[in-house]
């Protein structure tokens, strides 16, 4: 029979195999946790995203920076919908079919290449909630670009970081629910002109499904 | 676990906490992802499709012949949820759960892939081209002789008509519709008495609704539509009153005011006794002739109480009742039909409505489709056993089997399965290899009702006409899966291409079907247009009033009612095979939904019970739980107890639809199949199935199992007035009237 003593430290070990073995399970899988050791996100969480190799690498900068382009003009279920979706192959094609200058870049090429299968383009999610989260898109855009009348490019910020000034979108933010949450809990003008503030929702059952 | 010195509390502190984080681990992504999965994107989607917004397209629900027009939620290319169709007359935007669960077959992880050829016994992987060569050779007219049957459940629209030219055109011989919870009964009686095989039965129109056993809310001929008809019948300004009589509540008489119990099978006695009662009034004295006035004449409170079991009283009050509240229904569902007497059941309740002078007002003739061709064709069980016959004789060459599982349905003593063995060439279309599949040469990988096109009739249309259009909701999960009318054309084809060569595909030829009837509907509209606006309103609607019936044409002996048998000692209590809203005839019993929603009545999941009045079981001394062995002379099915108030105390109810050997991994090994075990009895007018007058003994096997249910420990509402109820003999039925709701 085992003694009181020998038993708790074999119940300890029973405890912490499963507790120990969920992040080893997790290191099988595609996704690694973070970005390089010791790396940072852009609000100070050390949690940068991976660098993901799209099959296309898509200069945001270009459009975005360069070009002026709003965000919304190209992701423009996000003002729509819970997700922002990626713009569909012809909005691509509605202006690169105009633009000869760089038709002859790799990256343009491989966009007609899709274009001319018409297949769509196998982008990879950069920021993919767990499944029991809710996010809402249209109601976050609706509160800051259009009742705030904040610039599209900062409201999109504050969860992308600044994503006009990369090439392919990396994950910047913490974007865990304590990083929600502590937004959330702030003051927010309820539109541009009044002094009325509100916070965002506290309830579980808002964002958890 | 005392000898090892860890107290139960600590086993399950560990197993407990062990399991939660084993839980946490095995959940997958618990945290933000980042180049895990791919975004869903499109290269020049429609302007209405919004990636995360919904859009609603409408088709038919296949899961019962009754045809609801139903709407899918289709988000990002995949069906979600399916709805009912506002524009549909059937469905009214309403659909019953069996509707929903249709997204289940859809997604069954039990989906057959690929066509499946037998080869040394086993059913193997295959390949189109090998299936279709099997399949063609099969159909192939020759000069051998020997029936090449196409047997199919309940067919009505295209997929019937092409099925019809399959067999004008030489490749079939015959084609056999076979419904194993058929009402076959009820449409000869009222073939002979009124002419047409399904009156129109208007619920709203009625003030007082007497059902023998009609489950017109729960697992009737077309529960959506009858459920709306009857929420008008209560909510009106005259709220109509429901008296039920039959020998095992069904959910309909669950809702009745007025649940009367009644001995299997004498319903048509007390549909005599009411005659005569109602008889008795001067407007009613010449409603019918001498002769079948003198049938009805015996038919005494005593002697009807006698032979039924229910009290005398009922019968003046139940009369009265409904001669005060004109215009009213009587109803007759599957109970009195299945007996050796059923068609003299039928006929008898049948009568009651042209004394009551329904006829015309809520009792009608349904109005003409304008392509009879569509209109739907009824399935038999007497088809099944002259088919079996012949099957047995070693008349049929071949058999290809759609949309029903006649081996699972069919009752031991048929033998339908080594039958079934003669036949040199046998193929079924399936979504899941289910019974009948298991036993075929050529198993072929089916669309799934969300997957294809089609057009359905309903029968018993009460508003109008309406073809209903069904369309894919989504691309086609498994690419080896094909429709069953592009094989159905294909077949055409190879006979007769001439007239089919035309026709690329199954669509091609519904397409330009549908264009043909557009000067019924819309002459004004293009072609595509009138195709475009058919699959987007799911319905071809026309406004038709209905017609008259014609007077009764009845002789005594369509209702001459037998001298009830005796007692049986070795077999003492009658078996009722349940047909429940859940599981109808039991193709529903793969689909997860349908096992766990609770059976309306006793709340029991995934599992059969044997339904036994609280009385007899206290005399017998069996408990909820016990197991018991039902046996009749056919066979024995073993099934847990469950005490039923709502049962005939000399009755014991088994529902229809579990038991499958062989139906992918949710119905498989999931309770009895209670059809096996039935004797061969059969109507005797139109040789269809007696389903309900097998007799069986129980026997106590000893064993005590708990019963999976949702409700509480005991069954009466929980020793609480939960809903407050009077026996039947405290109340006067005649100041019951409907009242006005103010």
Not at chain 1, 114 to 138: C, G
Not at chain 2, 55 to 72: D, K, L, R
Not at chain 2, 462 to 480: A, N, R, V
């Amino acid at each position: 029979m085992l003694k009181w003593s020998q038993f708790r430290a074999w119940r300890l070990s029973v405890l912490l195999v499963p507790l120990l073995a969920a992040p080893l399970a997790a290191a099988g899988e595609p996704f690694q946790q973070g970005g390089p050791i010791g790396s940072q996100t852009s609000d100070g969480y050390n949690a940068l995203g991976p660098v993901v190799t799209q099959p296309i690498e898509f200069p945001h900068y270009i459009h975005v920076e360069k070009m002026g382009i709003d965000c919304l003009y190209c992701h423009t279920y996000a003002r729509r919908s819970a997700v922002s979706g990626i713009p569909r192959l012809n909005k691509c094609m509605g202006c690169h079919q105009n633009i000869e200058s760089v038709k002859d870049k790799p990256r343009i090429k491989k966009l007609f290449e899709y274009w001319e299968k018409q297949q769509a383009i196998p982008w990879k999610k950069v920021h993919d909630l767990p499944d029991f989260v809710r996010f809402n898109h249209e109601r976050h855009i609706q509160r800051f670009i259009f009742d705030q009348e904040r610039p599209t490019r900062e409201a999109c910020g504050y969860c992308h970081g600044d994503v006009g000034n990369m090439t392919t979108a990396r994950r910047v933010k913490a974007i865990s629910m304590g990083w929600c949450i502590s937004c959330h809990e702030k003051d927010h003008k309820v539109d541009a002109v009044s002094l009325e503030t509100s916070h965002g929702p506290g309830d579980c059952w808002q964002c958890h499904k | 676990m005392s000898g090892s010195g860890i107290s139960r509390r600590d086993f399950m502190q560990i197993v407990g906490l062990g399991g939660a984080s084993a839980a946490l681990a095995g959940c997958g992504n618990t945290s933000i992802e980042s180049g895990a999965e791919l975004v869903e994107s499109y290269v020049q989607p429609e302007n209405f499709v919004v990636p995360g917004v919904g859009v609603y397209y409408a088709s038919t629900c296949t899961q019962c012949p009754s045809a609801c027009g139903i709407m899918g939620r289709v988000r990002e290319g995949r069906i979600l949820k399916l709805e009912g169709n506002p524009n549909s007359a059937i469905s009214g935007g309403k659909i019953c759960g069996l509707g929903q669960a249709a997204v289940q077959r859809h997604y069954s992880p039990d989906r057959l892939t690929v066509p499946m050829i037998r080869k040394s016994g086993e059913l193997k992987q295959s390949s189109w081209e090998e299936a279709m060569t099997l399949l063609t050779n099969a159909v192939a007219p020759a000069d051998k002789a020997g029936r090449r049957v196409i047997l199919t459940g309940p067919a009505s629209g295209h997929e019937q008509v092409l099925l019809r030219a399959l067999v004008e055109a030489g490749a079939a011989t015959d084609h056999v519709v076979f419904d194993a919870l058929s009402t076959a009964v009820a449409a000869s009686v009222n073939r002979r008495m009124f002419g047409v095989d399904d009156p129109v039965t208007m619920i709203d129109r009625a003030g007082v609704v007497l059902s023998f056993g009609d489950d017109f809310l729960g697992a009737g001929e077309s529960p959506v539509a009858a459920a709306r008809q009857y929420a008008r019948f209560r909510r009106g300004a005259r709220r109509g009153v429901l008296v039920q009589v039959e020998p095992r509540m069904t959910l309909t008489g669950a809702n009745a005011d007025r649940w009367i119990v009644i001995v299997p099978g004498t319903e048509g006695v007390f549909a005599l006794g009411l005659a005569r009662e109602l008889l008795q009034r001067k407007e009613a004295a010449g409603s019918v002739s001498p002769a079948l006035a003198a049938v009805i004449e015996p038919y005494t409170q005593a002697e009807v109480s006698r032979i039924t079991g229910v009290r005398g009283d009922h019968i003046p009050r139940i009369a009265s009742l409904l001669w005060e509240h004109s215009p009213t229904l009587v109803l007759a569902g599957r109970y009195p039909q299945g007996h050796a007497h059923g068609s003299q059941n039928m006929a008898a309740i049948g009568m009651l409505n042209v004394i009551l002078q329904n006829h015309g007002k809520t009792v009608m003739r349904a109005a003409e489709l304008p392509f009879p061709q569509l209109a739907p064709t009824a399935g038999s069980f007497k088809a099944l056993r002259d088919l079996n016959e012949a099957m047995a004789a070693g008349q049929c060459r071949s058999i290809l089997m759609h949309g029903s599982n006649p081996v699972y349905s069919a009752p031991a003593f048929m033998g339908f399965a080594d039958n079934l063995q003669k036949v040199p060439f046998k193929a079924a279309w399936v979504t899941e290899l289910d019974e009948t599949a298991m036993q075929c040469d050529l198993v072929l990988p089916l669309l799934s009702s969300l997957e294809d096109f089609g057009t359905h009739v309903a029968s018993n249309q009460s508003d109008g006409t309406e073809i209903s259009i069904q369309q894919p909701l989504m691309e086609k999960l498994y690419p080896q899966t094909r429709a069953f009318g592009d094989v159905v054309l294909d077949l055409l084809r190879k006979v007769k291409p001439d007239s089919y060569k035309s026709f690329p595909d199954y669509y091609a030829y519904l397409k330009s079907a549908v264009i043909n009837a557009k000067p019924a509907y819309d002459p004004a509209a293009g072609d595509e247009e009138f195709w475009e606006n058919a699959l987007s309103a799911g319905v071809l609607h026309r406004e038709a009033s209905l017609q008259p019936l014609p007077g009764m044409q009845a002789s005594p002996e369509m209702i001459h009612q037998p001298e009830p048998a005796g007692d049986d000692l070795q077999y003492p209590f009658r078996l009722i095979p349940a047909v429940t809203p859940n599981m109808r005839d039991g193709r529903p019993a793969s689909l997860p939904w349908l096992q766990e929603s609770p059976d309306p009545l006793t709340t029991v999941v995934w599992d059969s019970w044997a339904e036994l009045h609280p009385s007899t079981a206290r005399a017998m001394q069996i408990r909820e739980g016990d197991v018991l062995i039902l046996a009749s002379a056919h066979g024995s099915v073993r099934a847990k107890a469950y005490l039923f108030p709502g049962i005939h105390p000399g009755a014991v109810g088994v529902p229809i639809g579990q038991g499958h050997e062989s139906y992918g991994r949710f119905a498989s090994n999931v309770g009895v199949n209670v059809l096996k075990i039935l004797d061969p009895i059969f109507d005797r007018d139109t040789g269809e199935l007696a389903l309900y007058s097998t007799r069986v003994s129980i026997a106590k096997t000893g064993q005590n199992e708990r019963i999976t249910k949702d409700e509480g420990p005991t069954t009466l509402q929980q020793d609480r007035k939960l809903v407050a109820t009077l026996a039947a003999d405290q109340v006067d039925l005649t100041k019951e009237t409907p009242f006005v709701i103010r």
